[in-house]
């Protein structure tokens, strides 16, 4: 592909593939693929299982759209761009009034960062422990994590959302910004979860004596990674315990 016809977006990759599919599925596998790419793979089941439903031109415009995004992201940094996306293209009028879903404008999200942590984060090294009932595509999260955006490494965010489709996107949104985050497939209010996935900056700290050896190499690090976690399982019952406890 020339430069002269290179899309400048992701949303039109995306809106490419849609000429032969719904615009929802698209994205459902957009997301689903380029949260198991991210994940230092840990999800290489997942990404096989959606990999299968799509031909392979299909699948390298997916990686292109990846990679489109990445840098659009560099140019509007901390903006939820997918769930922009997600709410004008990809979920209908009535899927939203059914649902409940609506895209919190990044305006509103930075006003609720700075009411939740007006002063920054705690001085020292220590983690902070974050928990968002609701996330969506992460906006509060990545709005949150711009106010303290020099030392965001502290944080610790648990992430819940019913929508599988949100789950992935903030997935894509808090591992490219590098917000260490456990993200959980759940119902807040039933309080059920069926699922979790930790993202590398959440299992980082895990392999940081890897980082201060010489002879360690990304390759050794890809090894390891997967036999820290089992990824996509529910949360055990402790967890949920803990959840509980923080949700009351």
Same mark, same amino acid.
């Given at each position: 592909?020339?430069?002269?016809? !290179?899309?400048?977006?992701?949303?039109?990759?995306?809106?490419?593939?849609?000429?032969?599919?719904?615009?929802?599925?698209?994205?459902?596998?957009?997301?689903?693929?380029?949260?198991?790419?991210?994940?230092?793979?840990?999800?290489?089941? !997942?990404?096989?299982? !959606?990999?299968?439903?799509?031909?392979?031109?299909?699948?390298?415009?997916?990686?292109?759209?990846?990679?489109?995004?990445?840098?659009?992201?560099?140019?509007? #940094?901390?903006?939820?761009?997918?769930?922009?996306?997600?709410?004008?293209?990809?979920?209908?009028?009535? /899927?939203?009034?059914?649902? /409940?879903?609506?895209?919190?404008?990044?305006?509103?999200?930075?006003?609720?960062?700075?009411?939740?942590?007006?002063?920054?984060?705690?001085?020292?090294?220590?983690?902070?422990?974050?928990?968002?009932?609701?996330?969506?595509?992460?906006?509060?999260?990545?709005?949150?994590?711009?106010?303290?955006?020099?030392?965001?490494?502290?944080?610790?965010?648990?992430?819940?959302?019913?929508?599988?489709?949100?789950?992935?996107?903030?997935?894509?949104?808090?591992?490219?910004? /590098?917000?260490?985050?456990?993200?959980?497939?759940?119902?807040?209010?039933?309080?059920?979860?069926?699922?979790?996935?930790?993202?590398?900056?959440?299992?980082?700290?895990?392999?940081?004596?890897? /980082?201060?050896?010489?002879?360690?190499?990304?390759?050794?690090?890809?090894?390891?990674? #997967?036999?820290?976690? !089992?990824?996509?399982?529910?949360?055990? #019952?402790?967890?949920?315990?803990?959840?509980?406890?923080?949700?009351?």
């Amino acid at each position: 592909m020339s430069k002269t016809n !290179e899309p400048t977006n992701f949303r039109k990759i995306i809106n490419r593939i849609a000429y032969g599919h719904d615009t929802r599925k698209v994205f459902d596998g957009f997301v689903r693929l380029s949260a198991c790419a991210l994940a230092a793979q840990t999800r290489e089941p !997942e990404y096989l299982e !959606e990999a299968k439903r799509w031909k392979p031109d299909e699948l390298s415009l997916f990686a292109q759209a990846l990679s489109t995004l990445t840098m659009e992201m560099e140019r509007r #940094p901390f903006e939820d761009l997918l769930g922009a996306y997600y709410m004008e293209f990809a979920l209908s009028t009535k /899927g939203q009034q059914w649902n /409940g879903e609506f895209h919190t404008p990044k305006a509103l999200c930075d006003l609720m960062a700075k009411m939740t942590m007006p002063d920054g984060l705690p001085p020292g090294d220590d983690k902070v422990t974050v928990c968002e009932p609701a996330c969506g595509a992460g906006a509060m999260i990545l709005a949150l994590a711009e106010s303290v955006a020099p030392q965001r490494r502290r944080l610790r965010v648990t992430a819940i959302d019913i929508n599988k489709t949100a789950c992935d996107m903030t997935f894509i949104n808090t591992t490219l910004w /590098g917000i260490p985050t456990k993200v959980i497939h759940g119902n807040t209010i039933s309080q059920e979860f069926w699922s979790q996935w930790f993202n590398f900056h959440w299992l980082s700290p895990w392999l940081q004596p890897m /980082g201060n050896n010489p002879d360690a190499t990304p390759d050794v690090a890809a090894q390891v990674i #997967p036999l820290l976690i !089992e990824q996509g399982v529910p949360p055990s #019952p402790e967890e949920v315990e803990q959840l509980s406890l923080a949700l009351a």
